[in-house]
């Protein structure tokens, strides 16, 4: 059996009630304030990423869950001797709107501090940078939403998601051209 981490290194992933997640989230941290539970449960997370897309010809940006459902909750559950703080489990089964552990029946198991420190960095860079809401693929036909080339249609012929642009072809005076576009600026045809 894996070493159990240090309390403040101790994360678990809490399935809620999907669409509930910043409600649980929230819920816990007023309760356990209320209930002078800090030195068992330090922070909870909902993953969200920032996601761009185009509404009614206007680019926009939303905050998007990309874990729906699931909530991440840095707790002390697990003593060093492996036993279980029977406050701190009651807390989290018996809040409004949780479901229970992910991946356990009767016992969680934290994350591993490598697991960890990836999903925390995931939650940082996604919130950081804006990923476009729809994705594409080599041949896809798209139309212009947005430049000089707005309404055209074209064939999307290369993909650099690092950059959220496209390579797009379409016709200009009976000519194919390659048009370089940000994925916002098309939509699907």
């Given at each position: 059996m894996p070493a159990i981490p240090p309390a403040k290194d101790q994360w678990y992933v809490v399935h809620v009630l999907s669409g509930q997640e910043s409600k649980v989230r929230e819920r816990i941290l007023r309760q356990a304030e209320a209930e002078e539970l800090g030195d068992c449960v330090f922070d909870a997370l909902v993953p969200t990423e920032m996601v761009s897309e185009i509404r009614r010809g206007?680019?926009?940006?939303?905050?998007?869950?990309?874990?729906?459902?699931?909530?991440?909750?840095?707790?002390?559950?697990?003593?060093?001797?492996?036993?279980?703080?029977?406050?701190?489990?009651?807390?989290?089964?018996?809040?409004?709107?949780?479901?229970?552990?992910?991946?356990?029946?009767?016992?969680?198991?934290?994350?591993?501090?490598?697991?960890v420190e990836g999903m925390l960095a995931q939650i940082r860079e996604r919130e950081e940078n804006v990923r476009p809401a729809i994705t594409f693929e080599v041949g896809d036909t798209v139309k212009v939403a947005d430049g000089p080339f707005q309404s055209q249609t074209g064939i999307v012929e290369e993909i650099d998601p690092e950059r959220g642009k496209l390579r797009v072809s379409v016709t200009i005076f009976g000519r194919s051209t390659p048009v370089e576009l940000e994925y916002w600026q098309v939509e699907r045809a």
């Open positions: 206007k680019k926009t940006e939303t905050k998007r869950k990309f874990f729906p459902g699931y909530i991440l909750v840095n707790m002390s559950l697990i003593t060093e001797d492996n036993q279980l703080v029977e406050k701190a489990w009651y807390f989290i089964k018996e809040m409004e709107g949780v479901i229970g552990f992910a991946g356990t029946k009767d016992r969680p198991i934290p994350m591993r501090p490598r697991e």
